[in-house]
């Protein structure tokens, strides 16, 4: 999960979240990507190469800086975690939520998919 949080002292800061067999980890949790003050727009992708998803991060939505963290895309799948399911697949999806109570919202102007033929 790659996401913008908020943090008293430092601000805005994008993180990862990883779970694996249900155990958090939290890869960035020393150094946070900071946001800086002036930046009003974040952009964040994911790109999936097989069996690998890497994430990055815009202040413009041009100049792409790679995250420092790579997930394994081959875990999320009913095989690796024991489920007896069945697997329909990866998903991705926007989300907001204020844990404040004080009807904080986020703003998205903008999402697309696009699927890399070889």
Known sequence: LLFVDYEEGK???IKVLQ???NVPSWPLHEQ????PDETRSV???VDVDHLIYRYSYSFDGEQWQTVPV????W???DDYIGGRGFFTGAFVGLHCEDISGDGCYADFDYFSYQPVIE
């Open 70 to 73: 790579e997930y394994a895309a």
């Open 32 to 35: 946070p990507i900071a946001v």
């Open 43 to 45: 952009w964040l992708r």
């Open 75 to 77: 875990k999320l799948s």
């Open 11 to 13: 601000g805005r800061t």
């Open 19 to 21: 779970l694996d067999h």
